[in-house]
């Protein structure tokens, strides 16, 4: 008798238990977030730039902690879509910043830095490629998939290579290619690491990796600037933190630090 | 390697919390049952002579020939010890038919054969066991009695040295036990190998063998005829064992 | 009712509501999958550039990596399950460990081995040469993921044939090719057929270790994983029709292997 009601008894408690337990974190991390957390969904290519900014952000908003969210772009508009838990997009192009401006999730669209493509090479093993021209002669190329910024960028950079330099260039070039990559910073790692002979990628990703690769110029012809844009979510939680946040980046102080990191100014008017 | 002989051994190992200490000897015409109470050690010892456990010390002969020696350095493996073996219940390959499980046998033996001498060998034992109506049968679809020949003819067609049978009635019922048990007495003494036969049944003990060996608590040293054993029991197990003669 | 019988009925409905929750939670969003997408657009996303050649590379990588993986899993799992010493139980953990291995950590420390700066890096080629980024990569790649599915079945299976049986059949003289061929394997083919299964399901699935690996290149590399998150990239439909399409091989394979796996079981046991 006495072990069938203990175990009756324990059943039943179960269950206000798990109710009390979620009851509880959904208030917790409500008050948490209404007071404190900014979340910033950024393309990885912002990631140290952003973190570094995170310090100055918590500096001037004490009670604030500022939580991201990196990843390929296309991958954190698919998120943003589905999930309502991001304060701040932040995006490596137009495209899917508007795209999300149009669906309504998104809103206040600012184009807030710009960023240039490169070529990248090993340092070690030594590479074939010694300038943009010379990219056919490597034996392994990795650049960006289609479906991610830094892949369109060097697809535009490919046309417009084609056109000027002839010889079926772009062609040439693509022959080589062994890998398309869905995040930039992959891409900077398979040249790191030697596995391939050239890649391309940002400015910005290059010049974190000066030890280990070195950076080409893209001649100015065939140069296309990559614009970041962000915009606030409309159904953010934070969304006076989130006006807070942007307003840094378009600070002098905001600026000056893209700047340092390599990042281009939005446009060529502004200092 | 191919004399026929005694088997004579003298094996000392740790087997648990039992020290198993057995050294005996069987002629080829006088089968020895060995008898002792549960858990004594007796299938043990059958596996030891098998190769299939370990011997601390000791030594095993059939004949001249040397299958062990802890001294020396001699372990002669499984495959190579021609000792037949019938465990209890009686381990045929579930997944062959009763002619496979013997062809398995007449192939590992060492003599070689072409195909047509294997399949006429497997024809004898079939024949000689009265097992040729079940030859297609599965291993599994099998009566108890059925079984025990299937695995006494294939432990016999690798052309054993010493047959060692681990309680060979004791999956039967009491019917069959009495029938099989005086067609095993018969054919035994037709074979002329040296057979060690493992029970609990003091019915076995009286019939299949000449000789008795009890085993208890691991250890035995000599062997008696079943009349020594009744006139001057040596222990409380063996005057309750042949207590129980019918 | 009595107390004991409502004390029962008590007892069962807990277990069955603990089972249901988790039922629930593995089928939901496998059906919120399926019916997602209406079937026009499911064909819609099947004619994608990215399937086709995304599911042959997968299917014939996968397959490859399996016979790799028997081939040379089974010997390993027999020799395993006959020792019992230490020696023995260190390689079985060793073996089984990239159950553990995150995906991404494979594919790195499969970069580090094979990869340009690795120590075969000489061997594949007198400059340096590096299996990565190839198709090669995506099987061993698949190979190092999913062999310890196998393995562990193929340990369990072998592991579970009765001692005696092989202790006899030594007895009877047979060679080490003998025990293996003609009765441990044989006694054994469920279980393998079953670990098979895993092995297989494992291999089609793997992405980290791939993606980090072999790279992303279609019709060389890009696997229906990677084509999905691919696609996902930039067209949600057809990361969905896709996500279907892996989730219907998936089924089907399992299913046939399912029946095969039974006729094998009812063989062995003298019933076919």
Partial sequence: MKTLDRRKFGALSLAPLLGGCVACDRGASNTQHLERELIVFAASSLREVFSELSHSFTAQHPEARVAFNFAGTGELKTQVEHSTNADVFAGADREHTEALVRAGACQGLVVFARNEPCIIVPLAPRSPVANFSELPNAARIVVGAPQVPIGRYTDQILERANKVLGHEFRSRVLAKVVSRELNVKQVLAKVSLGEADAGVVYRTDALLAQNRVRILNIPAEFKVLAEYTLATLTKAKNPTLAREWVALIRSRAGQSLFARFGFLPPSETNP | MNEPGDLSFSVRTPLGTLALDVSLQVAAEAPLVVVGPNGAGKSSLLLTLLGALPVREGWIQIGADELLNTQSGVDCPIELRRIGYVPQDYALFPHLTVRQNLEFAVRGSAVPATRFERREQVEAILHDLQLSSLAERRATALSGGEKQRVALGRALASRPRVLLLDEPLAALDAQARYEVRLFLAEYLETLRLPTLIVTHDPNDAQVLGKRVAVIEAGSCSRTLTWAELCQAPTSRFVSEFVGRER | ?272
């Fill in chain 3, 1 to 272: 009712m009595t107390r004991i019988g409502l004390a029962h009925r008590v007892q069962t409905l807990a277990l069955g509501t603990l089972a249901a929750l988790l039922l629930a939670f593995l089928v939901i969003p496998m059906g919120c999958l399926m019916l997602g997408t209406s079937w026009g657009e499911f064909s819609a996303g099947l004619r994608h550039p990215l399937a086709s050649p995304a599911l042959k590379l997968s299917l014939w990588t996968s397959a490859l990596a399996l016979v790799i993986v028997v081939t040379l899993g089974t010997p390993l799992a027999w020799l395993l399950a006959l020792r019992r010493g230490r020696v023995s139980q260190l390689v079985e953990t060793l073996v089984v460990l990239p159950v553990a291995i995150p995906p991404a950590v494979a594919g790195l420390a499969l970069l580090l081995a094979f990869g340009k700066k690795g120590p075969f890096s000489n061997w594949f080629s007198p400059e340096g040469g590096s299996l990565a980024l190839t198709t090669s990569a995506v099987v061993l790649a698949e190979v190092f993921v999913s062999s310890a599915f196998f393995l562990q079945a193929a340990l369990a299976a072998f592991r579970r044939i009765d001692a005696r049986l092989l202790i006899v059949a030594r007895s009877l003289g047979a060679s080490p090719f003998q025990l293996f061929f003609r009765i441990a394997l044989p006694l054994a083919g469920p279980g393998l057929v079953g670990g098979a299964i895993l092995c297989f399901a494992r291999a089609l699935g793997e992405f980290g270790a791939t993606l980090m690996f072999a790279g992303n290149l279609q019709g060389k590399t890009q696997t229906l994983p990677l084509a999905i998150y691919t696609a996902m990239e930039s067209d949600l439909r057809a990361a969905q029709a896709l996500s279907i399409l892996l989730l219907a091989v998936a089924l089907a394979l399992f299913f046939g292997v399912r029946f095969a796996e039974r006729r094998s079981h009812a063989s062995v046991e003298g019933r076919l």
